[in-house]
């Protein structure tokens, strides 16, 4: 009995071997290349981001790219590794394909972000650090995803936008062209010279060194409203520049009319009352007679 087990281990420990020198070496060739080729795939892709970096590539295209290359490179990988350790790769990727179609019916909305993400990506409406309106919704665009699009608002907030809706959508790029143009109404009352008052906000214009000279300003009076002249004050800045421009001309404009005696006037309503009484008095009189 003794000897018949000492055979079954002796049998056992041979085929454990056998497997080791064999399979088992096999197995662990593998997950050492494997390894090997994810830390070659993870150093050519930080080769290839810190060389867009240098070239001042797009940075949505650099942060949307370099992580899909990753991915695929590895996943290319993995397969090579199934394949040569004999493993049959169809009916995996008939898996795949299978799962991957479930998934599909499953996620119709998801998939349609999906592909308004690769619309934005190709053709580009919107890029990372742009100023856009999407949607009824006004921010700077933090991040670009396959999905959703991450935008932060002037009171920094996050808003989601799914790819698919950004898509479909009227977006409004304010980053787009070099130069932004800012009109601007002012008020002031009947009584006031109003080419004084064209004068006094050329002259702020002039002061600010962000607003542009090319095109010219433009003052010209907007409208003769019910209780005062309305002037426009049409000029260009640099988009990066135009709201803090927008906020120097609302405070220096108006300092500059206190100063000079320029009323910005109120709405008001002249109300006429006409007292009857003393026309009545007579004819009620009369009757008492």
Not at 86 to 101: D, K, M, N
Not at 156 to 164: A, E, Q, R
Not at 244 to 251: D, I, K, N, P, S
Request: aromatic content about 8%.
């Amino acid at each position: 009995m003794n000897f018949l087990l000492a055979i079954n281990i002796s049998e056992i420990l041979t085929s454990v071997g056998n497997w080791l020198v064999t399979e088992g070496l096999k197995i662990v060739i593998a997950i050492v290349v494997f390894l090997i080729y994810c830390g070659i795939v993870k150093a050519i892709c930080r080769r290839i981001n810190k060389r867009l970096k240098q070239k001042n590539a797009d940075e949505t295209l650099r942060k949307i790219s370099i992580p899909w290359l990753k991915r695929i490179l590895i996943f290319l990988g993995f397969v090579c590794v199934l394949t040569y350790l004999g493993i049959e790769t169809s009916s995996i990727a008939a898996a795949i394909a299978s799962v991957g179609l479930t998934i599909g019916l499953a996620l119709q909305g998801s998939l349609s972000n999906f592909a308004g993400g690769v619309i934005i990506i190709v053709m580009r409406p919107y890029k990372i650090d742009d100023f856009i309106d999407c949607n009824g919704q006004s921010g700077t665009v933090e991040e670009i995803k396959l999905f959703y699009t991450y935008i932060r608002t002037s009171d920094n907030k996050l808003v989601v936008i799914p790819n698919g809706t950004a898509a479909n959508s009227v977006i409004t790029n304010y980053n787009v062209k070099p130069t932004r143009r800012n009109d601007i109404s002012f008020s002031i009352s009947y009584d006031c010279d109003f080419e004084k008052a064209k004068a006094l906000i050329k002259e702020c214009m002039d002061k600010n060194q962000l607003i542009l000279q090319d095109p010219a300003p433009l003052i010209n009076i907007k409208e003769h409203a019910d209780n005062a002249i309305v002037i426009l004050a049409r000029y260009y800045t640099k988009s990066d520049d135009f709201w803090t421009a927008h906020w120097y001309m609302m405070e220096a404009v108006k300092k500059s009319f206190d100063e000079n005696g320029i009323t910005i006037p109120y709405p008001q309503i002249d109300v006429h009352i006409k007292n009857d009484s003393a026309a009545e008095q007579p004819a009620n009189k009369e009757k008492l007679d």
